[in-house]
Antibody, heavy 120, light 107 residues
């Protein structure tokens, strides 16, 4: 069964940085399209970022472009999200997800989420 | 950017009812639309990819259709286990965008 374990969340002050990690197992990570999706408490889903297996395609939500950077280390089966200049509105559960179909890039499998709280 | 407008925001239906949720896009695209179900306190699960392709393990009562600017998720016979919030996602063009969600309640 696919395992996606996100970590690195916590309480951080506005303007500071945080790096999320996602450790993947039980699938071929270096062939997978990976994503970050977030959800503020009690609110809807918001797509954050996507990265293909080789980094040839990367996308960001308008709300995070220029502040967040997605990356991956295929040798370590790990996905990352570097979050800079954090704002209160970045407070959310951050889910690490992967595409599960070869013919479609949308998120298919989801991890448990890590909570990021931006507050002074 | 493609904006996704989902309706209704809430619906209440009886067991066995046919339920329809709609997502309208601010501009046309073809097939790169997915539907997700999120139960309270849980991570979302994918129901439909490529507008109408049922994902593995998803009950056949879930059906997706549409193209262009209007996409629909239909639950052909509502079951108690379908109590959840449903979201559409367009992944045709970056930035990808979710609809606002539809909360399905059982009467």
């Amino acid at each position: 069964e696919v395992q996606l374990v996100a970590s690195g969340g916590g309480l951080v002050q506005p303007g500071r940085s945080l790096r999320l990690s996602c450790t993947a197992s039980d699938f071929t990570f270096d062939e997978s399209v990976m994503h970050w999706v977030r959800q503020a408490p009690g609110k809807g889903l918001e797509w954050v970022s996507t990265m293909t297996w080789d980094g040839s395609s990367i996308g960001y939500a308008d709300s995070v472009r220029g502040r967040f950077t997605i990356s991956r280390d295929n040798a370590k089966n790990s996905l990352y999200l570097q979050m800079n200049s954090l704002r209160a509105e970045d407070t959310a559960f951050y889910y690490c997800t992967k595409s599960t179909r070869g013919d479609s890039w949308n998120p298919g499998a989801w991890g448990q989420g890590t909570l990021v709280t931006v507050s002074s | 950017d493609i904006q996704m407008t989902q309706s209704p925001s809430t619906l209440s239906a009886s067991i066995g009812d046919r339920v329809t949720i709609t997502c309208r896009a601010s501009r046309s695209f073809s097939t790169w639309l997915a539907w997700y179900q999120q139960k309270p306190g849980k991570a979302p699960t994918v129901l439909i990819s490529k507008a109408s392709s049922l994902d593995s393990g998803v009950p056949s009562r879930f059906r997706g259709s549409g193209s262009g600017t209007e996409f629909t998720l239909t639950i052909t016979s509502l079951q108690p286990d379908d109590l959840a919030t449903y979201y559409c996602l367009q992944y045709d063009t970056y930035p990808w965008t979710f609809g606002q969600g539809t909360k399905v309640e059982i009467k």
